[in-house]
């Protein structure tokens, strides 16, 4: 288990402040109600020239590596 710098708490796997700062930037973003027109150009990119670069991204984050630093573990 790593220790966080922030707050001195221990968090390993699963880290408690990430899903805290996920979960409320998650929360603002749908207030914003700006969903709609974040789908609308993620549609976009993928007809456009990044659309490989983009399915390269979820290819390496389907395979449990997003940072392409070798085979992910697994259990």
């Given at each position: 288990?790593?220790?966080?710098?922030?707050?001195?708490?221990?968090?390993?796997?699963?880290?408690?402040?990430?899903?805290?700062?996920?979960?409320?930037?998650m929360a603002d973003f749908l207030k914003k109600g700006n969903v709609d027109e974040a789908a609308r150009e993620?549609?976009?990119?993928?007809?456009?020239?990044?659309?490989?670069?983009?399915?390269?991204?979820?290819?390496?984050?389907?395979?449990?590596?997003?940072?392409?630093?070798?085979?992910?573990?697994?259990?």
């Open positions: 288990m790593e220790k966080s710098k922030a707050d001195g708490k221990i968090e390993g796997e699963g880290s408690y402040s990430a899903t805290a700062d996920y979960n409320k930037r993620a549609m976009q990119a993928l007809d456009s020239e990044e659309a490989g670069m983009l399915k390269d991204a979820e290819a390496k984050g389907k395979a449990g590596d997003p940072k392409g630093q070798g085979k992910a573990k697994t259990r």
